[in-house]
């Protein structure tokens, strides 16, 4: 736990660079690690450098790059002096970044290469400067940058003086980030965070964690740090700890993410379900389904239970053998794959949050045993949990959640403030879910998704789609309205068809996909009431946009409009 004193990020630093001055803090996978105490005083230096820039106490200054040591010390340099950090998702298109650039006023920007052509012809351009955290150079000399490397260098020409920038610059309610969510509903909010929210929920992640000593522990980074689920958890908490952060440095497809982990055998990884489900899917299925004899010994239970067992050693051995536990968020968790983990005793825990709550609700935590297999786990420390409207039936209702862990507020939107934060602190999620004798979290889906046929019953997408997604020809799917019936619109493992469909002609390859979907919509039917059966199950030929954390954007699919593209569009093969 960290000590009371802390009550802002800047002092969290200090904390930590004299407790763990010598220890590996942050770097890449394969390469030398960079230790707290050189951290901290990269950090100042970059203080020191932003404050000649002009920057002080309430500036905003993005940074849009992906995960880096680098990332992290421009972080705590823009913090240091009291400015406000805006964190922009490295995958947000260009028009999202031009406004988000604009609606912030930020004056400096860190970035990288990959980045550069989305700020070309910038409206209003506010930029003073651009440094490129890979030293990236405009490669069509349209952009003027500033290499990282030589903006540090010119640290050695201030006095030293200049470079002891006071950590008490900022306090707990100064708003530390403005992280503008890009939800599925379609409408992006600039939430305000402030170091209290995120310090806050630093303590409550703790909280979950297994009862032994954090430090020396090693934190595989995975996800965005532009996001608040990987910022607090796999940024903030490693850095309160003592730990190691490790950045894949690239896209963590099975194979990827198994040579990293085989090198620098990680603790704990924060992960998005879509990636246990796709190594589920690819890792575990195939060995399952491998032979008649493994199917049928499947069915016994106490030999099912000792071969998920010896599968669930092997799980961890691709993991490193070091793990933890995984901590899976950002989306719901296909509870047939949640399950095999259970049942093969694998490390994980299940958790849920918002950006609005910095971003943690409930999890964990590890080791309870009144966990419930299908919930996101029970509220974590110092944040209260509640379900507005409840059904007398039910219970199901809108999450409400209230603790030092959320938002300020959404930045010049007063309006859209009001609509979710009351006066008493409850923050309106948006989310439908409910809490068991227990106290676990089960979510059901959001308020907005809600889809009400002519017959009046409520019908939750999100629960068919999980059935849907169990199957393991699909990789993700999207269940919608259209005239007044149930259409599942369904992207498929083409990788795995294409195997299966090997040396056959189109047309046949056609009838296999036609019979997958056909087989998809019989049994997922037979699982749901009649009011509540697919009419059609679609192929979707290319993958859902999808946001940060991999929810897809239903509003981009819920339109007829919609509907007719897709339909409209070529033959895959």
């Known amino acids: 736990m960290i000590a009371t004193a802390i009550t802002t990020l800047n002092l969290l630093l200090e904390e930590s660079s004299l407790s763990f001055k010598n220890l590996p803090a942050t770097g890449l996978a394969f390469q030398p690690p960079l230790h707290y105490g050189e951290f901290r005083q990269k950090a100042l230096e970059i203080a020191a450098l932003l404050k000649e820039q002009g920057i002080k106490k309430g500036d905003r200054v993005a940074i849009l790059a992906d995960n880096s040591p680098q990332w992290g010390m421009a972080y705590f340099g823009i913090v240091r002096l009291g400015a406000i950090a805006v964190p922009i998702l490295p995958d947000f298109p260009e028009a999202d970044v031009k406004h988000i650039l604009k609606e912030a006023g930020a004056s400096i920007l860190f970035t990288t290469q990959r980045q550069l052509e989305k700020l070309y012809e910038l409206p209003g351009n506010t930029l003073k400067v651009v440094i490129t955290l890979d030293d990236a150079i405009d490669p069509n000399n349209l952009l003027t940058t500033l290499p990282f490397s030589r903006f540090l260098l010119t640290a050695r020409d201030l006095p030293e003086k200049k470079k002891a920038i006071a950590a008490d610059l900022a306090g707990p309610d100064d708003t530390a980030s403005i992280i503008y969510t890009s939800g599925t509903s379609g409408h992006a909010k600039a939430v305000m965070l402030s170091h209290k929210n995120f310090i806050s929920n630093v303590r409550s992640t703790l909280s979950i964690f297994p009862d032994e000593p954090v430090q020396g522990w090693t934190f595989l980074s995975i996800l965005p740090m532009s996001h608040a689920y990987e910022f607090t958890i796999s940024f903030l908490v490693p850095l309160a700890t003592g730990s190691r952060i490790v950045y894949a440095g690239k896209t963590p497809t099975p194979t990827v993410l198994e040579r990293i982990c085989k090198h620098e055998h990680p603790s704990i990884m924060c992960m998005v379900p879509m990636v246990m489900e796709k190594i589920y899917k690819k890792k575990v299925l195939p060995v399952i389904s491998a032979n008649v004899f493994m199917r049928a010994a499947m069915k016994l239970p106490l030999v099912r239970r000792k071969i998920l067992q010896k599968i669930g050693r092997k799980l961890q051995l691709f993991f490193g053998g070091t793990l933890k536990f995984v901590a899976i968020g950002g989306a719901s968790l296909n509870i047939e794959v949640e399950q095999f983990l259970a049942e093969a005793d694998f490390p994980y825990i299940v958790g849920y949050g918002l950006t609005e709550a910095s971003p943690l609700v409930s999890a964990g935590p590890y080791g309870d045993s009144s966990i ?45 403030t009001r609509e979710v934060l009351a006066p008493d602190g409850w923050l309106s999620t948006g989310d439908l879910g409910y809490l068991d004798p227990q106290g676990n979290l089960f979510i059901k889906g959001r308020s907005k998704s809600v889809i009400v046929l002519s017959h009046g019953e409520n019908i939750y997408p999100e629960a068919i789609e999980e059935k849907i997604n169990a199957f393991q020809h699909v990789v993700e799917s999207l ?89 409209k569009k070529g033959e895959r093969r």
Do not use: W
């Not at 269940?479 to 195997?499: F, K, S, T």
């Not at 290319?542 to 946001?547: N, R």
């Open 372 to 416: 419930a297999l299908g919930s996101a786990g029970k509220p974590v420390q110092n944040v209260e949990v509640r379900i507005s409207k409840a059904n007398s039936e039910t219970g199901l209702g809108e999450i409400l959640v209230r603790g030092p862990n959320v938002m300020q507020g959404y930045r010049a939107n007063l309006e859209a």
């Open 479 to 567: 269940v919608r309205e259209r005239d007044n019936r149930l259409e599942a619109l369904v992207y498929l493992d083409y990788e795995l068809i294409d195997a299966e469909t090997r040396g056959k002609d189109q047309a046949r390859q056609r009838d296999h996909i036609a019979g997958i979907l056909a087989e998809i919509k019989k049994q997922v039917n037979q699982q749901l009431p009649p009011y509540g059966q697919l009419t059609q199950a679609s192929e979707h030929r290319e993958p859902f946009t999808k946001t940060a954390t991999h929810k897809i954007k239903r509003y981009l699919y819920t339109s007829s409009a919609c509907s007719d593209m897709n339909g």
